[in-house]
């Protein structure tokens, strides 16, 4: 290592020393704040101040460990590990001055932790325009490819995946955005073939058991490409998945999980309502108990909105209300799996022999086009009983089930903002390699420099954050913070750096022949969807935090 990276590695590990003592503070006042996180919606403010200071630190660990270990030798990862903690703790030290009084904080705690001055020093030094000019120079000069280092199995994963994104889905890409398409089943099928759609699913299950950070890197890289007519596509069968290997009988994970390996069902996500977004607990559409046809089964009747892909989709997993007494809240709910006819339209209507209607209208969006996201409305619908998750055993679980897979969702949301964001940069590195301006290309000026070299720091402390994440869930399937946080700061990665990238493009970023427009309209939908931001900090992370 040389004198400059071990200079760096100092400064960095000054300035995580001083982030982690600030962070203890203030999780501890806030703990007391909110008395153990239960009365957090007292103190909205002051929560998701600290939800998003822990997940900045903790993004900061990632990338430093990353550059400490895996990393080691990648041109200027010191400098990028050291450059995002230094930001991180200049913020933090103007922020959480500034609302001392609010979080309970003494008012020279600032001053003991990250206003000393040897973390000073190292702020000044992380920040330093060099450095982060250097950072941008290098991106230059690959181009804004993503090939950091990494183990060899994901490695392998990932140049795969990147052969197959750049010849059967980048020609489509386009086309399915501009004419808001539906995804090819020639399309599906090629990705059915290479396992996409099984990764995480058990070997035993008929699925490639690969676990969660091949499936995210794939995911990366397919987001990279189109995120809506790919990366997102191998996304959508996972709550039912989740679902189905935690609380399934062994009848259900026989019958339905191999099929969804294999890609030959295609499964759409029905759990919010027009009326109902983030508080899912408090779900209105209602399964009731009913025989038709000397069946035994449950009649649904209700509305659901953002159901995307229920169109194509040949199974909806759909949380609805078993119990009719609203007190019971998420405990009245169950999870049922809906077998439905495909339909390739913008609308739909599927009549049952019984009388029993599904009707479906795709909403129009900006962005995220390729899956369509539609409004539902079940009318007299019939499941039979076997397709209750859990049968009889899961009876008032629907909620706890899907929320596992809503974990798994936000990781892959974490893979499919990288990948996103990636692409914003590659697209912006080679505009500015090749756009002349007053004479010579706009890469060789020192703020389109300084900006591509803050850019590539985000994204790689975002990458390593939902790396850390994909495996902290290889490890154990039930944590809840690591890809929450990964989810809610790889997003806000995902919109400031295409909408960065759009600026440096210039009148250009604005067109739609340039991808980079693109990218900006499908990079806002990151933040709301598989849980809303001001919800994932409150609701899961300070409660987690703080609790």
């Known amino acids: 290592m040389s004198s400059q990276s071990a200079s760096s590695g100092e400064a960095t590990a000054i300035l995580l020393a001083a982030l982690d003592r600030t962070l203890e503070t203030v999780v501890t006042k806030g703990a007391a704040l909110t008395r153990q996180g239960?009365?957090?919606?007292?103190?909205?403010?002051?929560?998701?101040?600290?939800?998003y200071f822990a997940t900045e630190v903790r993004a900061a660990r990632c990338l430093a460990a990353y550059a400490a270990g895996e990393g080691r030798g990648e041109p200027h990862v010191d400098d990028m590990a050291l450059a995002f903690a230094a930001e991180i703790a200049s913020r933090a030290a103007a922020q959480l001055d500034a609302h001392a009084d609010d979080l309970g904080m003494s008012p020279g705690c600032i001053?003991?932790?990250?206003?000393?001055?040897?973390?000073?020093?190292?702020?000044?030094?992380?920040?330093?325009?060099?450095?982060?000019?250097?950072?941008?120079?290098r991106q230059l000069e690959v181009r804004g490819v993503n090939n950091s280092p990494i183990e060899e199995l994901a490695a392998m994963t990932r140049?795969?995946?990147?052969?197959?994104?750049?010849?059967?889905?980048?020609?489509l890409a386009e086309h399915i955005h501009r004419h808001d398409d539906l995804v090819p089943d020639?399309?599906?099928?090629?990705?059915?073939?290479?396992?996409?759609?099984?990764?995480?699913?058990?070997?035993?299950?008929?699925?490639?058991?690969?676990?969660?950070?091949?499936?995210?890197?794939?995911?990366?890289?397919?987001?990279?490409?189109?995120?809506?007519?790919?990366?997102?596509l191998i996304t959508r069968p996972e709550i039912l998945t989740k679902a189905l290997v935690k609380g399934g009988t062994e009848r259900q994970k026989s019958h339905w999980l191999p099929p969804i390996a294999a890609g030959k069902l295609m499964v759409g996500v029905s759990v919010t309502e027009p009326d109902t977004g983030s508080d899912v607990a408090s779900i209105s559409c209602r399964a009731e108990a009913a025989v038709r046809d000397r069946a035994q089964g449950f009649v649904i009747n209700g509305a659901k909105a953002w159901c995307t892909f229920a169109g194509r989709?040949?199974?909806?997993?759909?949380?609805?209300?078993?119990?009719?007494?609203?007190?019971?809240?998420?405990?009245?709910?169950?999870?049922?799996?809906?077998?439905?006819?495909?339909?390739p339209g913008h609308a739909f209507e599927m009549r049952q022999p019984g009388g029993g209607t599904l009707a479906g209208k795709a909403d129009a969006t900006p962005g995220y086009r390729g899956m369509h996201s539609f409004t539902l409305m079940f009318d007299n619908f019939f499941v039979p009983a076997e397709n209750l998750v859990g049968e009889e055993g899961g009876v008032g679980k629907g909620f706890y089930l899907q929320m596992a897979g809503f974990a798994a969702g936000?990781?892959?949301?974490?893979g499919r903002a990288t990948g996103l964001a990636q692409a914003a940069l590659l697209r912006t590195c080679e505009y500015a390699n090749d756009r002349k301006q007053f004479g010579r290309p706009i890469g060789q000026y020192g703020l389109t420099q300084?900006?591509?070299?803050?850019?590539?720091?985000?994204?790689?402390?975002?990458?390593?954050?939902?790396?850390?994440?994909?495996?902290?869930?290889?490890?154990?399937?039930?944590?809840?913070?690591?890809?929450?946080?990964?989810?809610?700061?790889?997003?806000?990665?995902?919109?400031?750096?295409?909408?960065?990238?759009?600026?440096?493009?210039?009148?250009?970023?604005?067109?739609?022949?340039?991808a980079i427009s693109r990218y900006v309209v499908d990079a806002t939908v990151l933040p709301i969807f598989e849980g809303v931001k001001p919800i994932l900090e409150l609701k899961v992370i300070a409660r987690n935090l703080l609790g």
């Open 410 to 414: 936000r990781l892959q949301t974490g």
């Open 313 to 343: 989709a040949d199974v909806l997993a759909l949380l609805a209300r078993t119990d009719p007494d609203p007190k019971l809240g998420a405990r009245g709910l169950s999870l049922f799996i809906v077998p439905k006819d495909t339909f």
């Open 450 to 514: 300084y900006k591509l070299g803050r850019m590539a720091t985000h994204i790689a402390a975002a990458r390593q954050l939902t790396y850390a994440a994909a495996r902290a869930m290889d490890a154990d399937e039930t944590v809840a913070l690591e890809p929450a946080m990964a989810k809610l700061f790889a997003s806000d990665v995902a919109v400031w750096t295409t909408q960065e990238g759009q600026q440096l493009h210039g009148g250009w970023g604005y067109a739609e022949e340039f």
């Open 111 to 137: 001053d003991d932790t990250l206003a000393t001055p040897a973390v000073r020093a190292a702020i000044r030094a992380g920040m330093a325009d060099g450095r982060l000019m250097a950072i941008g120079r």
């Open 159 to 171: 140049d795969a995946v990147r052969q197959f994104a750049s010849t059967e889905v980048a020609p």
């Open 38 to 51: 239960k009365d957090i919606d007292a103190h909205q403010p002051q929560a998701e101040r600290i939800a």
């Open 186 to 232: 020639a399309l599906i099928a090629k990705m059915a073939e290479l396992g996409y759609f099984g990764m995480a699913v058990p070997e035993a299950y008929g699925g490639g058991g690969m676990g969660n950070l091949a499936m995210i890197i794939t995911t990366e890289e397919l987001s990279a490409v189109s995120l809506a007519a790919a990366g997102s």
